[in-house]
């Protein structure tokens, strides 16, 4: 049955479209409309959620996207002061976290174990190392099913993983290691490795209209009001001046696959995390820089020794 498209809504195409954005304002742009995306599906099916909004999902669209003053609103991924590295030790919280995620039934002894080291020192190791405990506690795995929900895990710490490092290796070794276990852990994850996003990804999501895809997308499906592919690559692109592009095989082979895979929250979350690690890095390397000038512009008013 052939579709018959309705008209483009009233506020396509939007100025951002054309705009020139930075990463910071690609992020914010496609983390609002991914966290709209996902308060309709919830709403649509039922689901209680953190993220929900008031009125139907035109209405909310339209003030997010439409009506707001500003097409980009600077940088949702704010810098942070403290813990923004990759890789890093564990703060006092998040080792208390690890440690009642690990209280489970079975473990007594190794919790047991734990507390009396941490005690009494010196003779306890003795006997921990004595008594073959030692040995005993190093080949006791996690038992997964008796833990906690992963939920609870991924509200608090994100994917954040604990790893021990031997430092008694060389660097090369570690590295590999690392690399190991890396590759193990997105495996458990199902989690392809994924790249950092950078101007060859923004490039192409402006080439190939990622804003002005998804938001016919949505509306279409807010509205109950399909659009055909072709429609949709039409509105996108009414004029390229090269027939012998196949628009709406652009759409369905390049742009659609690249709508569902930025707006997921997997992807809107590690370009978040991105984010937040390059701007702190530039608020230190900022800081960095005001301090050398604020040394180098003292030691120049300090006045001379008199001779």
Not at 74 to 98: H, S
Not at 265 to 287: C, G, K, P, T
């Amino acid at each position: 049955m052939r579709v018959r498209n309705a008209g483009p809504p009233d506020w396509f195409p939007l100025p951002i479209y054309q705009q020139t954005l930075t990463k910071n304002e690609w992020l914010t742009e496609i983390a609002l409309r991914a966290a709209v995306q996902t308060a309709d599906n919830n709403r649509r099916a039922g689901k209680s959620s953190r993220l929900n909004y008031e009125g139907s999902a035109l209405d909310t669209f339209r003030s997010l996207f439409v009506t707001r003053k500003s097409g980009a609103r600077g940088n949702v991924a704010e810098a942070q002061a403290n813990n923004f590295w990759p890789i890093r030790e564990p703060t006092a919280f998040e080792l208390f976290f690890l440690a009642e995620n690990q209280r489970v039934p079975g473990q007594n002894e190794a919790e047991a174990w734990a507390r009396r080291l941490n005690e009494d020192g010196k003779t306890t190791i003795v006997e921990f190392i004595s008594s073959g405990a030692m040995e005993q506690m190093a080949a006791m795995g996690r038992d997964f099913a008796k833990e906690p929900p992963a939920e609870n895990y991924l509200d608090v710490l994100g994917r954040r993983a604990p790893v021990m490092v031997d430092l008694d290796h060389d660097d090369q070794t570690l590295e590999l290691a690392f690399k190991v276990w890396l590759a193990g852990a997105r495996g458990v994850l199902n989690q392809k490795a994924p790249h950092s996003v950078g101007d060859k990804e923004t490039a192409k999501w402006a080439k190939f209209g990622l804003l002005s895809a998804f938001d016919l997308l949505f509306w279409s499906h807010a509205a109950d009001q399909p659009y055909t592919d072709a429609y949709v690559a039409s509105l996108i692109w009414p004029d390229t001046g090269d027939e012998f592009v196949d628009l709406t095989e652009r759409f369905r082979k390049v742009t659609r696959p690249m709508v569902q895979e930025v707006f997921a929250w997997d992807y809107v979350n590690r370009f978040w995390r991105q984010m937040e690690l390059e701007n702190s890095l530039d608020m230190v390397v900022a800081r960095d820089k005001a301090d050398r000038a604020n040394r180098s512009a003292g030691s120049r008013a300090a006045p001379k020794d008199a001779h």
